[in-house]
């Protein structure tokens, strides 16, 4: 013990610790001797190919890149940005009517033979528009706010806009509740139990875009419950009504028509690294044998009307 530690102890008028005490013995521990070392989880993989090339021959898709429903969040995701513009900028609700409305949300369903399904990024695709969420999360609320002048109105409180939309981390927590309570509607609904066990048409029906409005952010297990529910009456309209799907089907069938030339030149159709491209994977369901037609088709319309023009000014 250092000496100058010894006489402090030694002046000090209560026992603080005893002199004669110099180290403490550590209690013997034994280790084990028959340890395994750790092991990979690739240990149980068999290499299936024989070289670079046969493994580029032979890709196998993630689950949401095929023709299964999403048993998780995480497989529902959404469509490219133009695309995503384009539908809540140009096809508003008069113009294709939605299949579902109520406090919560309101939905517009793209059936898989619609023009706009060629450009999701899964079976089931989500196109969200989050900046129809109310202030404080209350239209009500929102308007008696906005009318309120009384003494307290130049307070910064009434200046803020208190908002899930306000950051990024509300943003995104928003977009997974609602695919999470589309999954949990899935779940419950036994579609995904009934597709496994019966060959129907259940998926096919299911499969395409879903453009979702939202209008009030569910946050009590009764609120979350409801939208589990209204997610129930979708699938369960899709599925049996045969007029809903008649309707879908009429409304697939006029987008042929859609002008989709301002937005085609902006969509990005493959992920390219180097001299690496694939085509099947940032939009894993595309036609793009319909799609070649649409750019050659505006490409000839665009070039008559032009023409037009020019006589017109002759």
């Known amino acids: 013990m250092n000496n100058s530690i010894r006489q402090f102890l030694n002046k000090s008028k209560t026992d603080v610790i005893s002199s004669n005490v110099k180290y403490i013995i550590p209690q013997q521990v034994s280790f084990p001797t028959n340890l395994q070392p750790p092991t990979s989880a690739f240990n149980s993989y068999t290499n299936k190919f024989k070289n670079a090339q046969d493994f580029y021959d032979n890709k196998q898709p993630i689950p949401f890149q095929t023709n299964t429903l999403p048993k998780d969040r995480s497989e529902i995701r959404g469509v490219d940005s133009s695309i995503h513009r384009f539908i809540f900028n140009k096809l508003k609700w008069k113009e294709y009517p939605p299949i579902l409305k109520n406090d919560f949300m309101m939905i517009q369903f793209f059936p898989h033979h619609h023009i706009i399904s060629n450009f999701r990024k899964s079976n089931i695709a989500f196109a969200v ?3 129809t969420i ?7 609320l929102r308007d008696a706010m906005a009318r309120y002048k009384g003494r307290y109105s130049s307070l910064q409180f009434f200046k803020t806009k208190t908002s899930p939309i306000q950051s990024a981390c509300g943003r995104s927590q928003t977009k997974k509740l609602f695919r999470e309570l589309f999954v949990k509607a899935l779940q ?3 579609v995904i139990n009934q597709e496994e066990n019966t060959t129907t048409t259940v998926t096919d029906k299911l499969r395409g875009v879903y453009a979702i409005h939202i209008y009030k952010v569910p946050i009590t297990i009764e609120q979350k419950e409801k939208v589990v529910q209204h997610y129930s009456t979708l699938i369960k309209k899709i599925t049996t009504d045969q007029n809903t799907w008649n309707t879908l089907s009429q409304a697939a069938r006029r987008s042929k028509s859609m002008n989709l030339s301002s937005v085609l030149q902006n969509v990005t159709f493959s992920w390219k ?4 491209k694939d085509d099947r994977i940032r939009f894993p369901f595309i036609n793009m044998t319909d799609i070649e037609s649409k750019k050659s088709e505006h490409t000839k319309r665009f070039k008559k009307n032009t023409a037009n023009k020019r006589k017109n000014k002759k």
């Open 129 to 131: 528009n989050i900046y």
């Open 134 to 140: 109310p202030l404080f999360n209350d239209i009500r």
């Open 188 to 190: 419950t609904s036994g």
């Open 273 to 276: 690294v180097g001299d690496c």
